[in-house]
């Protein structure tokens, strides 16, 4: 099984400092990377898939990068909105999630 | 728009059954593979399982294997969990979610239902 290590598990940031989440993999996969963002009480939403490609109406301030089995999240300007657990996933081999890292307010 | 919506949860004991079902619309559900996925409360996501459009290939998590079944009814447009010998592990949100179709994407996720809740307890 390919197993998925986020980190940090928590962040403590301000409305417009640059925020970096790192996922790791347990071994290639290739760009089969997406990242989700899940709000208490709501279901995830996808944000980015095949590790760099914006999904549809997600704001531009969010990217994603990486290969192999090293990937990234930034958010280059975090905006009020964006306090919320980001999970990365693979879908390599069947699907995997990372634990989450909560991005929470400094 | 896409709309998927779960219903069946419930508090149930353990060794007990419960069926999920996931009515679609907004889509042409029998183009799309659809699946489960869960989060105990607390905790993160789980994958559980997966059903191709045609309902004939399907896949599940080792944690679920031999217990649960997913399927569909494509003239229902609706997913279904049958999840039988219930244990507290299993206590978690149950989403379904939609497989994004296109080569260029792979699998992944494009939308998901609300969630409905799944208790094992005696």
């Known amino acids: 099984d390919i197993q998925m290590t986020q980190s940090p598990s928590t962040l403590s940031a301000s409305v417009g400092d640059r925020v970096t989440i790192t996922c790791r993999a347990s071994?290639?996969?290739?760009?089969?990377l997406a990242w989700y963002q899940q709000k208490p009480g709501k279901a995830p939403k996808l944000l980015i898939y095949?590790?760099?490609s914006l999904e549809s109406g997600v704001p531009s301030r969010f990217s994603g990068s990486g290969s192999g089995t090293e990937f990234t999240l930034t958010i280059s300007s975090l905006q009020p909105d964006d306090f919320a657990t980001y999970y990365c996933?693979?879908?390599?081999?069947?699907?995997?999630f990372g634990q989450g890292t909560k991005v929470e307010i400094k | 728009q896409v709309q998927l919506v779960e219903s069946g949860g419930g508090v149930v004991q353990p060794w007990r059954s419960l069926r999920l079902s996931c009515a679609v619309s907004?889509?042409?559900?029998?183009?799309?593979?659809m699946h489960w996925v869960r989060q105990a409360p607390g905790k993160g996501l789980e994958w559980v399982a997966v059903?191709?459009?045609?309902?004939?290939?399907?896949y599940y998590a080792d944690s679920v294997k031999g217990r649960f079944t997913i399927s569909r009814d494509n003239s229902k447009n609706t997913l279904y969990l049958q999840m039988n010998s219930l244990r507290a592990g299993d206590t978690a949100v149950y989403y379904c979610?939609?497989?994004?179709?296109?080569?260029?994407?792979?699998?992944?996720?494009?939308?998901w239902g609300q969630g409905t809740l799944v208790t094992v307890s005696a």
């Open positions: 979610a939609r497989e994004m179709r296109g080569d260029s994407s792979g699998p992944v996720f494009d939308d």
């Open positions: 907004g889509f042409t559900f029998s183009d799309y593979a």
């Open positions: 059903i191709w459009s045609d309902g004939i290939n399907k």
């Open positions: 071994q290639s996969i290739v760009t089969w």
């Open positions: 095949k590790a760099s």
């Open positions: 996933q693979q879908y390599n081999t069947f699907w995997t």
